[in-house]
Structures are given as structure tokens and as C-alpha cells.
């Protein structure tokens, strides 16, 4: 199973992105029971999670980005999306996706900035 991240950019401040984060190689008997997380990893700090979908779609947020992002997940396509809304410059880290026992190896991420 090979985790692939993309969407990420360079957006200014109030801007928004949509990462999409693809499970390639997941049979979808796994995939779909399975919890999915989004996690940021800002410079000189340790990965946390900042977004997270149960099956089917329960969701939960990290207080910092309550509000202005929201997690979605494809089961057909083994696809799991974060829509980041209103960004902010605290919000550049790279990005990346993995379930919520974080146990799978990790993809490339995807690198997100917000200019002030």
C-alpha cells in the first residue's frame, strides 16, 4: 500500500486548499472499515493530528482548525480529502494522510503554506 498526497501549495492568508490523500494498492475491505487521519508536521515539530473520519463518517478536529477544516472520505475511491478553509500563516506544515493506528508507511506529504 503506497500513500499519495497532493493538493498542497503556496496560498495567502484566507485563502483555501483541498489536499487529497489516495490509499493505492488498499483493497476495499480495508480501506472502508478503517479510520483516516490527516496530520501536519510544521518545521522543528513533531507530526499531530490534526483531522480525523471513522467508518463511516464520524469526524473530529484538533481545536486549531475547529471550524475552518473539514475531513471527507471516498470509499470507492479509497480517497480521503481535507478542505482547508480561511487559512492561516500557523497552518504551514506538510501535510500527510494515514489511518488512525498510523500504520502504514508514510507517503511524501504534500507541503502547505500560508503567506501573511
Known amino acids: 500500500v503506497r500513500l499519495v498526497e497532493s493538493g498542497g501549495g503556496l496560498v495567502q492568508a484566507g485563502g483555501s486548499l483541498r489536499l487529497s490523500c489516495k490509499a493505492s494498492?488498499?483493497?476495499?475491505?480495508?480501506?472502508?472499515?478503517?479510520?483516516w487521519g490527516w496530520y501536519s508536521q510544521a518545521p522543528g515539530k513533531q507530526r499531530e493530528l490534526v483531522a480525523s473520519?471513522?467508518?463511516?463518517?464520524?469526524?473530529r478536529y484538533a481545536d486549531s482548525v475547529k471550524g475552518r477544516f473539514t475531513i471527507s472520505r471516498d470509499n470507492a475511491r479509497k480517497m480521503v480529502y481535507l478542505q482547508m478553509n480561511n487559512l492561516k500563516p500557523e497552518d504551514t506544515a506538510v501535510y500527510y494522510c494515514?489511518?488512525?493506528?498510523?500504520?502504514?508507511?508514510w507517503g511524501q506529504g504534500t507541503q502547505v503554506t500560508v503567506s501573511s
Open positions: 494515514n489511518d488512525l493506528k498510523e500504520s502504514l508507511t
Open positions: 494498492g488498499m483493497i476495499t475491505s480495508v480501506f472502508n472499515p478503517s479510520g
Open positions: 473520519i471513522t467508518s463511516p463518517s464520524s469526524t
